[in-house]
């Protein structure tokens, strides 16, 4: 119904409502600008109301870069249906034509100077109504393609109260997780009595070899849980590979030709092959995984930071055994996600403690070992591809194969993916994994090429996962375009042509070609002149080929004696549709390029055969500010009235193809395993 997206109250108050979470990526200040440009109203007259399930629609998960194509054309159309049955009603009230009223600032008016509110138009129902999609959209923009200030920022940058970690309710307590040492681990006894006795210890909660403890003030709990942990004694099995990639590679795998069965390598062409490789990477979330819950009368309110309210709460009400209706889920932003990071399973911690402390808020955060042990991982991939030239130095056949694990084991619903739910005396298990289909795909996302050639794609989709794995952000798109635009760097070289031409050679995507063009342009690619120790790459992709296409050129600088790697500059062209907030896209591909970068270059997860072995920052190095890129720009084509296409995942695979690219350039040595590290490539360069 339309009264599901937005209310109108008799004061003229106005609610809208989105299923989807603000994450970081700027929706909330997008849809402030959808809804106020066509309801004719100021951004600071409504009020907007994200992801709580007592509130709002179920818009499933905030991934796949989906909010503003969905949410946002939801509230598009539901905004601009709202605001015709406001003229409509205002016609037969003022006795006026409903062409000749004007919509502005809550109130309709005629041109003779009578006007009724909002607040007034609206009773007996007047907005519960079927949703209906609309044709009259405003053409005139006052918000709406203009960079506006982002509403989530001002608290994150002065200290106030921006994320749940920051969420603190009357008689609230805190509580750690003694979480096992590795996958599986059994508790096989611990020495509690100690503990419980500390000053400010409330409870020692435990169910099987779920084991925490609650304290008043939240060192305390820290404090205690370690001396916990120091008592517990744990039953381990040694199952982690050494070798991931010998490992993937022999597992049983489903596969898949999902482009191209028929497509052939010519005889009498020039063949050329590779394979890349991308290991096991994390979300790795400055701010650790945290939530907070209250269980009472037989109900629970949890404030979560999960990218999916409503599946969380199926899940969250087998965990706990009760009606979904008794369980309240409330979206707060996490500080750092972007994929299936431990914010569900936090939920879950907090879900079980609070229901063994009725009446109180329980909060409870993760520590750092915690988190980069136990959060899901995006999956170790290999990718293999041959291609073929021809006499005229074009790409004449291309086969691509891609060996993953799954790219989501979200909680739809179920409490078998919540970590917790595996150490309870009586288990929960985990779904078989299954392979995300296309056209968006998962680790065959991005893997079939937008490029004009003959291309057969295979996906080995392999069910058994070794490490846990699950969403990071792009998801196999990542690694998919960063195999593709390394290869097709590669074959420009062997076919002696420009890479930048080499590629609008092969694309005949009128918007694709657009985007190329502007990002070449831009970066001055066609007059560019090689330093000693520096390069310059380029790269392009569609992302899942139907969202945003970005293209982006970047110069590097590389020290062959350490290996150290630095980013000079990247360029970048974005066409996403309609730009609702240009400014806000500019931030999302520049957090995406950050992101890539700090992939591509430092990330790596680190394991033994039963433990994970990255267990901080030390041991699982990220992009610090030292390697920031020097320069960034990003140029956005806004193209009024298209779709609206999503913009966050799109810099992710181009920025390590074009990283890779630029490496390549500047040194004369192609590396397809990432991360291309100091250690990496001190030993490629020596070679």
Excluded at 158 to 164: D, E, K, N
Excluded at 336 to 351: E, F, L, M
Excluded at 425 to 438: L, N, T, V
Excluded at 582 to 608: C, K, Y
């Amino acid at each position: 119904m339309l009264d599901a997206w937005l209310r109108i109250a008799a004061d003229g108050r106005i609610s809208v409502f989105t299923g989807k979470a603000e994450l970081g990526q700027g929706i909330k200040t997008a849809i402030l600008q959808i809804a106020a440009e066509q309801l004719a109203v100021d951004l600071n007259a409504i009020e907007l109301v994200t992801a709580d399930t007592a509130r709002t629609p179920n818009e499933g998960y905030t991934a796949g870069s989906n909010s503003m194509k969905d949410s946002g054309t939801a509230i598009l159309h539901a905004a601009a249906q709202a605001r015709e049955i406001l003229i409509a009603e205002a016609a037969k009230r003022l006795g006026a034509p409903a062409e000749s009223l004007i919509a502005a600032g809550g109130e309709i008016r005629t041109r003779d100077g009578k006007r009724i509110s909002y607040g007034a138009l609206v009773q007996n129902e007047l907005l519960h109504v079927r949703a209906a999609p609309q044709s009259k959209l405003l053409a005139d923009r006052k918000y709406m393609g203009k960079p506006v200030q982002r509403v989530d920022i001002p608290a994150k940058v002065t200290g106030g109260a921006a994320y749940v970690h920051d969420l603190r309710l009357p008689e609230m307590v805190h509580a750690r997780v003694v979480r096992p040492p590795s996958y599986g681990a059994k508790l096989k006894s611990v020495e509690s009595e100690p503990v419980a006795k500390m000053a400010g210890v409330v409870k020692i909660v435990r169910d099987g070899s779920f084991l925490a403890v609650v304290a008043a003030r939240e060192w305390t709990a820290v404090q205690a849980m370690r001396a916990l942990r120091a008592k517990a004694q744990w039953e381990e099995t040694s199952k982690l590979p050494r070798d991931i990639y010998a490992t993937l590679v022999q597992l049983a795998s489903q596969d898949t030709v999902i482009a191209g069965a028929d497509a052939q390598i010519p005889q009498g062409t020039r063949l050329l092959q590779a394979e890349y490789r991308r290991p096991y990477q994390l979300h790795g979330a400055i701010g650790p995984a945290c939530a907070v819950a209250r269980y009472e009368n037989g109900a629970l309110t949890l404030w979560t930071h999960s990218q999916g309210v409503y599946p969380l709460r199926g899940a969250i009400a087998e965990l706990i055994s009760v009606p979904a209706e008794r369980v309240h889920c409330i979206h707060m932003e996490g500080s750092g996600c972007y994929g299936h990071n431990g914010a569900d399973d936090v939920a879950a911690d907090a879900a079980l403690i609070a229901r063994a402390m009725p009446g109180r808020p329980v909060r409870v955060q993760w520590m750092r070992e915690d988190e980069h042990a136990w959060e899901p991982c995006g999956p170790a991939m290999l990718t293999k591809v041959r291609a073929a030239l021809d006499s005229n130095g074009s790409i004449a056949g291309w086969q691509f194969e891609v060996w993953s694990n799954t790219h989501s084991m979200r909680p739809a619903g179920k409490a078998g993916e919540l970590a917790a739910a595996w150490s309870l005396e009586k288990p929960f298990q985990p779904s078989a994994p299954r392979p995300i289909p296309q056209p968006e795909g998962g680790g065959d996302r991005n893997a079939i090429p937008l490029y004009k050639f003959p291309a057969r794609v295979t996906h080995h989709f392999i069910p058994e996962m070794p490490v846990r794995v699950s969403a990071l952000r792009a998801l196999g798109a990542y690694m998919n375009v960063f195999s593709i635009e390394s290869f097709v760097d590669e074959l420009a070289a062997a076919a002696r042509a420009d890479p930048v031409e080499f590629r609008l050679r092969h694309l005949d995507d009128a918007r694709a070609r657009d985007v190329i063009r502007l990002a070449a342009e831009r970066f001055g690619w066609d007059a560019y002149n090689k330093q000693n120790g520096r390069g310059r790459g380029f790269a392009f992709a569609r992302y899942k080929n139907l969202a945003a296409y970005c293209a982006l050129a970047m110069e590097v600088e590389v020290e062959r004696e350490t290996g150290n790697l630095r980013v000079l500059r990247v360029v970048a062209a974005l066409d996403s549709g309609e730009a609702v907030n240009p400014d806000g896209m500019r931030n999302q591909i520049e957090g995406g390029i950050l992101q890539s970068v700090s992939w591509t270059t430092f990330e790596a997860l680190m394991h033994s055969d039963t433990r994970i072995t990255s267990r901080d920052w030390g041991t699982y190095p990220i992009l610090r500010f030292s390697h920031v890129p020097l320069q960034m720009e990003v140029h956005v084509i806004d193209r009024p009235g298209e779709h609206f296409l999503g913009t966050g995942e799109a810099a992710q695979g181009p920025a390590a193809g074009a990283l890779a690219n630029a490496l390549a350039h500047a040194t004369g040595v192609r590396v397809r395993e990432l991360p291309l590290s100091p250690r990496r490539l001190r030993r490629a360069l020596s070679a």
